[in-house]
C-alpha cells in the first residue's frame, strides 16, 4: 500500500478500480500479491478454520495537482455460522463480530491477512444479532477501539439478546431452536442513523440504512462492493450449500422494509454484495432472484 500524506487525503475520490482474485478466480495470486502479508503459497481452503479472501479496490484520488492512488481491500472472514468482513484502506474496519467464542478466530483472520490488529480503529455491526455481535465484548476488550451499531439493534448490544426473531417458514423455526438467546453484553459507543461516513476511520466506506432482517439492519458501501449483513444470504443451509445463489435469509422481521432495502441496494448497483452467510453475491444474480418477486423497477 503506498504511503499518503495525510494532507492530500480529504480531497480524492473513487474513480479507477480494479479487482484482483476472487474465491473462484484464483486467490493465490492475491496473496502473492499482497504487501507485507499472508503467507505466500498459503492457499487457503474451506478446512481452515478461518478462510481469508483477499479483494483489491484500487481508489485514485486528486487534491490539487497532486494525484495518488489508495489500495482498499475487503477481507471475508470466514466463522463458524457466519462471515464477518475487513475493510482495509489507511486503517481497517472490522464489520461484525462473529459468534461467541470467536474473538480468537477473528484475530488470527487479521493477522493472516496481513494486518496489524492495532490498526483497527472499528467495530462495526450490520445488525445485533448473537453471529455478528457475539464476540463483540471480547474484541472490544482486546482491541480497545469503539464499536458502532445502528440506533435500532443497540439494545441487543447492551442487553447481549437477540430480541424477537420472526421465522420466515418451517426450516427457519428449526433453525431458530439452534440460535442462542444470550451473548456477552458491551455498551456501543457510536449509534448510527441513517448514513455515516468511514473515511474518519480511516477507510473509503459509507454506511446506508437497510432495515428488515431487523430494525437497525445497516449496510456498507465500499467503491463497487457492497457488505449487506443479512438483509439475504447465499445459498441454503447457512450458505454451506451453493452459496452464490441469493436467497432470503432464515428470519425477516419486517417484509416491506426488506424489499425496500434491497430494492435501494440494487439501485445502487454494486457489482458484488457480501452476505452475513454464504457468498458472495454477483449483481445480476441478485437482481434478477428479486426482480421475479417484482419488488424491483416502478
Ligand atoms: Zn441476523
Ligand atoms: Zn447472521
Known amino acids: 500500500m503506498p504511503v499518503i500524506d495525510d494532507d492530500v487525503i480529504p480531497a480524492r475520490k473513487p474513480a479507477a478500480h480494479a479487482f484482483i482474485g476472487f474465491e473462484d478466480e484464483g486467490f493465490e495470486s492475491a496473496f502473492g500479491k499482497m504487501e507485507g502479508g499472508g503467507e505466500s503459497g498459503d492457499s487457503p481452503t474451506d478446512d481452515d478454520d478461518v478462510v481469508v479472501f483477499v479483494h483489491y479496490v484500487d481508489y485514485s484520488y486528486t487534491s490539487g495537482n497532486v494525484k495518488g492512488m489508495q489500495n482498499m481491500e475487503l477481507i471475508k472472514i470466514k466463522l463458524s455460522f457466519s462471515n464477518a468482513y475487513l475493510i482495509k484502506g489507511k486503517k481497517s474496519v ?112 459509507r454506511i446506508i440504512f437497510t432495515p428488515g432482517h431487523t430494525k437497525g439492519s445497516i449496510s456498507v458501501l465500499c467503491n463497487n462492493e457492497a457488505i449487506v449483513g443479512d438483509i439475504m444470504m447465499g445459498g441454503w443451509a447457512g450458505g454451506a450449500i451453493l452459496g452464490s445463489r441469493p436467497n432470503y435469509h432464515y428470519f425477516i422481521d419486517n417484509i416491506e422494509q426488506l424489499h425496500a432495502s434491497i430494492k435501494k441496494i440494487l439501485g445502487i448497483k454494486p457489482q458484488r454484495l457480501y452476505v452475513g452467510h454464504g457468498g458472495h453475491l454477483k449483481f445480476e444474480d441478485v437482481f434478477e432472484r428479486f426482480s421475479a418477486i417484482n419488488i424491483i423497477g416502478n
Open 94 to 205: 472490522l464489520v461484525d463480530a462473529g459468534s461467541p467464542n470467536e474473538a480468537d478466530k477473528i484475530l488470527g483472520a487479521v493477522q493472516k491477512a496481513g494486518i496489524n490488529a492495532r490498526d483497527i480503529s472499528l467495530i462495526l455491526h450490520t445488525h445485533g444479532h448473537f453471529d455478528h455481535a457475539g464476540s463483540t465484548a471480547e474484541l472490544k476488550r482486546r482491541l480497545k477501539v469503539p464499536v458502532a451499531v445502528h440506533a435500532n439493534d443497540a439494545f441487543m448490544l447492551r442487553e447481549g439478546r437477540n430480541g424477537e426473531i420472526k421465522p420466515r417458514n418451517l426450516e427457519a423455526r428449526l433453525i431458530m431452536l439452534l440460535v442462542p438467546n444470550s451473548f456477552e453484553a458491551t455498551e456501543p459507543d457510536i449509534l448510527v442513523e441513517e448514513e455515516m461516513d468511514l473515511n474518519d476511520f480511516g477507510v473509503e466506506a
